[in-house]
């Protein structure tokens, strides 16, 4: 494995300095962590669950989680990372308590050519109000584990290896479920803001 970039090194020692300030009771600690990280915590919880209700409800757990839990964060990794893959694992059991399928995605008819990029950046690529809203509403209609990935590769641009670990899916199941949500994506979008190409 590759020595991480300075950068990388420097987030790493950030991440540990935070948890270790957290772990000895240092006043207002864990509130800076809940601030650095509630956007990403509310972002998969949302694409999976998609109640403001239950995911502000599961926001809180998952942060109760990551306090009880913050002991085995070993800092090998992103705390970034770690956050979220506490988040996606609360929201898969709310999913799995409601008996909601994480991961069904209907089969298209015909050939639909899948012209979003894997590096698209999907907001990007619509560029005013209503286009963006219709990519949301489009990604809405997706189940919650293609929200999630899309979530996590196109908006908080987080890398396929990453996201593997966050959700413990492989890269290559991961690389499918992209490709088969932006064909979807593609399809849905395409009656209201015609063609969509990368």
């Keep these: 494995m590759p020595a991480p970039e300075p950068d990388a090194d420097a987030a790493l020692r950030a991440d540990r300095a935070l948890v270790e300030a957290v772990l000895a009771g ?3 600690a864990f509130e800076r962590l809940v601030v650095a990280y509630q956007g990403l915590c509310w972002h998969v919880i949302d694409r999976m669950v998609r109640h403001p209700d239950d995911t502000r409800e599961l926001c809180q757990d998952t942060f109760l989680r990551v306090h009880q839990a913050l002991h085995q964060y070993r800092g090998d990794s992103a705390l970034k990372s770690w956050i979220a893959q506490v988040a ?3 929201a898969r059991r709310h999913l799995e308590r409601r008996r909601i399928p994480l991961a069904e995605l209907p089969e298209e008819g015909g050939s639909l050519v899948d012209t979003i990029a894997d590096a698209t950046d999907l907001e990007r690529e619509v560029s005013d109000q209503e286009a963006v809203a219709c990519l949301h509403a489009a990604m809405d209609r997706l189940p919650p584990l293609q929200r999630t990935l899309l979530t ?3 908006l ?5 290896g990453e996201i593997a ?3 413990g899916l492989a890269e290559g199941t991961i690389k499918s479920h992209l490709y088969r949500s932006r064909r979807q994506l593609r399809a849905l979008l395409a ?3 015609g063609v969509f190409v990368a």
């Design 152 to 154: 996590l590769y196109h």
């Design 156 to 160: 908080e641009e987080l890398p396929i």
């Design 165 to 167: 670990g966050i959700t």
């Design 88 to 90: 996606y694992s609360v």
């Design 26 to 28: 240092a006043p207002g």
């Design 191 to 193: 009656p209201s803001l």
